[in-house]
């Protein structure tokens, strides 16, 4: 009986230290952390997304003369003052190509340069045309330990706690050490950015801001095979796995050494 007694103590010990060390911590998951011991980055200047090769373009052109409109941009299949473009994706020359108009090149540009860019070209066939233009395709990618899918950056600057929180958020068992990432270059080889999301000091720096067409992913923690969302599932891990102990014990004969 004595022998059954040491193993039961024994054993509940042992569970109780790995619930202990098996659930998750603030300091695992949290974010905005002051540690010292974390990554501390420094702050950089935020720069505007400049647009590169399949990007998507639409523009709008606004003129008080709606049948010069009508005919320069009759593909619209619209009508009025106000004229919106289809889709116009960016060549591998750098080009793109709008209706009545030679190619006109957008890579490198800024929504602002290239806005200005092709008012330039339609004022010259629409002395008092103004343009309106904005990328199209402005998405961005999220994959691994998270919600996946891709999604829409609605504003200028948006951040990586933004882009999260659209996504529903990491999942606990995410690992928050080496967030990557991977950020296409036209031509160019990617970039692959990798951080530690959880310092304050992520905020202002390289890593803070999404720029369309990155791609985030979160790979799965390797520890978190051992470890409970909370500590009520690590006290019923706990409390079964007693039941478990005894009902065993209950059955093997008493051993005496």
């Avoid at 067409?213 to 909370?230: G, H, T």
Wanted: proline letters at 4%; hydrophobic letters at 40%; a neutral charge.
């Amino acid at each position: 009986m004595a022998t059954k007694r040491c193993i039961v103590f024994a054993a509940v010990l042992m569970t109780i230290l790995f619930s202990l060390t098996g659930c998750y911590s603030h300091r695992a998951i949290g974010l905005l952390q002051e540690r010292k011991n974390l990554p501390q980055y420094d702050s950089a200047a935020w720069k505007p997304y400049r647009l590169q090769v399949n990007d998507e373009i639409i523009y709008r052109v606004i003129t008080m003369d709606e049948t010069l409109a009508k005919t320069v941009l009759a593909n619209n299949n619209n009508s009025g003052n106000t004229q919106y473009a289809n889709s116009y994706r960016i060549y591998s020359d750098g080009t793109v190509d709008l209706p009545f108009m030679d190619p006109i090149r957008l890579e490198g540009l800024t929504e602002l340069e290239a806005q200005d860019t092709v008012k330039k070209y339609m004022r010259e066939l629409i002395p008092d045309a103004d343009v309106k233009l904005a990328m199209y395709n402005k998405n961005f990618t999220v994959l691994g330990d998270i919600s996946s899918g891709v999604r829409y950056i609605y504003k200028d600057r948006m951040t990586i706690f933004q882009a999260l929180a659209m996504t529903g958020d990491l999942m606990n068992s995410g690992d928050r050490r080496h967030v990557r990432i991977i950020r296409p270059h036209g031509n160019d080889a990617p970039e692959v950015l990798e951080f530690d999301i959880r310092t304050n000091t992520l905020i202002n720096s390289q890593y803070y801001y999404i720029y369309p067409n990155d791609l985030i992913y979160v790979s799965r923690e390797p520890a978190s095979f051992f470890k409970q969302e909370s500590f009520f599932a690590a006290w019923g891990l706990l409390v079964s796995t007693l039941n478990l102990l005894i009902t065993v014990l209950n059955y093997l004969p008493d051993v005496n050494f």
